[in-house]
């Protein structure tokens, strides 16, 4: 899955005033996206909101994303749930035809143990026709899926090529590169930690923050994978400040701050989540206007 390496995007679902889907915004963030490099795009995932986004309007989006990528990225489809067999029912009704792979969650909210874990993937893998990634992001589900869950699906599953780990735990993720099969991917799914996993044999990440600033956050991770330390520390060091401060109020209330900034979409969130404060806004900006200055 080469399709894979690099720097991925969780795009976000912008609005408009009256908490519509903005086709229009939406264009805008993926043509910005490919201009500024980076290597897939995924939809409909958390940044998306799509917890919040009717059937409808999922397809909408899946929609007008494709439409304006026309074939030149690779797409990954979120594809995930607490309900096991709604999943795999999902699966069997999808157009899946424009998606190199899903990317889907580890079970939230019912905090199963590690078997069920295993047990949820293994059923996803066997209805899925294209190539999973797993998604462990404990901070969001209330469980953690170890390295031992992970490296026996990966060995037992064929079609299980990459997990996105967003555990923020520096030795777990070194546990499973360190275990995993020769093609089997680990990516980043925290842009604090996407360049040390890179450099700890990691193959990429999943950005929120990268969608904003893509030409610099991917210029980061192919430094990154090609060995260039300094190089990519040097960008990681600048982009740090504006990685902490895009989640200081929750995801993605921060990154849609940097798109309204940059004039490309509005910074409507739908509730329960609620826009950036004016004080974030200012800091965001802040922090934009510093990486200008720095000629990056």
Do not use: W
């Not at 494709?66 to 797409?75: E, H, Q, T, Y």
């Not at 599953?157 to 099969?181: H, T, Y």
């Amino acid at each position: 899955m080469e399709q894979l390496i690099g720097t991925g995007v969780a795009l976000i679902t912008p609005f408009r005033e009256d908490l519509s889907v903005d086709v229009e915004a939406l264009e805008r963030v993926v043509e910005h996206n490919i201009q500024g490099g980076v290597d897939y795009l995924v939809v409909l995932g958390t940044t998306a909101e799509s917890a919040t986004l009717s059937q409808a309007e999922k397809q909408l989006v899946v929609d007008v994303v494709v439409r304006a990528n026309a074939g030149r990225l690779p797409l990954v489809l979120g594809v995930g749930g607490n309900n096991t067999m709604a999943v795999v029912n999902e699966l069997k009704t999808l157009d899946l035809s424009d998606f190199d792979a899903i990317l889907s969650v580890s079970p939230y909210y019912n905090k199963p143990t590690q078997e069920g874990i295993y047990q949820h993937f293994k059923l996803i893998s066997e209805a899925s026709p294209i190539p999973i990634v797993l998604y462990n992001v404990p901070s969001r589900t209330g469980s953690n899926m170890l390295p031992a869950t992970t490296l026996r699906l990966a060995h037992d599953f064929a079609n299980i090529v990459a997990i996105k780990e967003a555990c923020g735990d520096a030795v777990q993720i070194d546990n499973i590169i360190k275990g995993k099969p020769e093609d089997f991917l680990v990516i980043s799914g925290d842009d604090s930690t996407a360049l040390a996993t890179v450099l700890s044999g990691g193959a990429g990440v999943i950005s929120v923050l990268g969608q904003g600033l893509p030409s610099l956050f991917s210029d980061m991770i192919k430094f990154g994978l090609e060995g260039n330390v300094k190089e990519a520390y040097a960008i990681h060091h600048k982009l740090s400040p504006l990685m902490s401060q895009i989640f200081e109020e929750g995801n993605p209330a921060g990154i849609k701050s940097i798109f309204e900034s940059k004039g490309i979409s509005r910074a409507t969130v739908r509730l329960p989540l609620v826009e950036a404060t004016s004080v974030l806004k200012d800091k965001i900006v802040a922090s934009l206007g510093q990486l200008d200055k720095a000629h990056v």
